[in-house]
T-cell receptor, first 114, second 114 residues
């Protein structure tokens, strides 16, 4: 297994456009997290899936954001009507369930809204 | 919610010296404290972690200490090398209530001068 994979690595979009990012977690991991990281700050939690169920969403996740994890495998994060403030690195992490388990991060998708 | 503060924001040391990064957290329910290293253009990578029932943990040149009473935890890197240069993040997690969701500090940029 090559770890958590995120695509695309970079995305430049015009304000108002929709964008979608994909995350492929480590295959046996049933927990999947999305975080957002802006320059000079640590990752901020956006949302969490256990298998296909989205169990928690941060208030940072406005109604323009939606995340899915069909069949409990890969996940997508969509941002509608992008704004310049959405420019950030979007990180995906996965872990196995139960106890003190390490979260493995992907390399992220850097979004620039112009 | 949980709040994690991390100091210093930047740290420059000479190769071979030690480096110490300190974090405080606010939520007494936090019981798992991972430390991540993030290199440019990459996602965070776990380097060491500590559970709330342990006061200290060491792995080669890296050690972490935890003071639950004071809600402090620290990362110690000895015999620093230029390849240790990166951004380091501390995080606090409540595995019982938040299913592994972590709250991160804002990071410390460590520069090791050869």
């Amino acid at each position: 297994d090559t770890g958590v994979s995120q695509n695309p690595r970079h995305k430049i979009t015009k304000r108002g456009q929709n964008v979608t990012f994909r995350c492929d977690p480590i295959s046996e991991h049933n927990r999947l997290y999305w975080y957002r990281q802006t320059l000079g700050q640590g990752p901020e939690f956006l949302t969490y899936f256990q298998n296909e169920a989205q169990l928690e969403k941060s208030r940072l996740l406005s109604d323009r954001f939606s995340a899915e994890r069909p069949k409990g495998s890969f996940s997508t994060l969509e941002i509608q009507r992008t704004e310049q403030g959405d420019s950030a690195m979007y990180l995906c992490a996965s872990s196995s369930q139960g106890g003190y388990t390490e979260a493995f991060f992907g390399q992220g998708t850097r979004l620039t809204v112009v | 919610g949980e709040n994690v503060e991390q100091h210093p924001s930047t740290l420059s040391v000479q190769e071979g010296d030690s480096a110490v990064i300190k974090c405080t957290y606010s939520d007494s329910a936090s019981n798992y404290f991972p430390w991540y290293k993030q290199e440019l253009g990459k996602g965070p990578q776990l380097i060491i972690d500590i559970r709330s029932n342990v006061g200290e943990k060491k792995d080669q040149r890296i050690a972490v200490t935890l003071n639950k009473t004071a809600k402090h935890f620290s990362l110690h890197i000895t015999e620093t090398q230029p390849e240790d240069s990166a951004v380091y993040f501390c995080a606090a997690t409540s595995i019982n209530t938040n299913a592994g969701k972590s709250t991160f500090g804002d990071g410390t940029t460590l520069t090791v001068k050869p």
